[in-house]
């Protein structure tokens, strides 16, 4: 199906998409925050400025878009038909960076956790962050 939009106006649409202050972010730190949970958003210091660091608990929570970060066997992540190879790249470049940052954290020492857009849909949200309070207040 090709593109209903010009090139120009794709790319204008494409770059007011924002990193930070999504809605799957919103949901994960209210749900946080409810279980006394605190923490702080984006913190620049550290590698790939995380969407949520814990120090307390020394974790850190990645909220990933399944299409932006290549979530494998999700269908939210399926590539576009249009403008294919660079779409493949770009997705490709993300996971790699990704496994990076998250290498480069635990090697600080950091817990790292990493919750999916798809993982937060309303059947799956309880048990998803449940599980996510959990593993960021075990000791391992």
Not at 75 to 85: G, H, I, M, R, V
Not at 111 to 132: D, F, G, H, M, P
């Amino acid at each position: 199906m090709p593109d209903i939009f010009s090139k120009s106006k794709r790319s204008d649409i494409m770059s007011k998409i924002s990193g930070k202050e999504t809605k799957p972010e919103i949901l994960v730190r209210k749900y946080l925050f409810a279980h006394g949970l605190r923490y702080r958003k984006n913190v620049k210091k550290l590698p790939g400025k995380p969407d949520i660091v814990l120090s307390k608990y020394k974790a850190v929570v990645f909220v990933n878009g399944c299409f932006w970060h290549g979530h494998e066997n999700c269908k939210k992540s399926a590539l576009p038909t249009t403008n294919t190879e660079f779409w493949k790249e770009k997705i490709s470049s993300n996971i790699i960076r990704d496994k990076k940052t998250h290498a480069e954290l635990s090697d600080m020492g950091y817990k790292v956790l990493v919750i999916w857009q798809c993982e937060l849909n309303a059947k799956k949200r309880e048990i998803t962050l449940s599980e996510l309070a959990r593993k960021i207040k075990s000791p391992t």
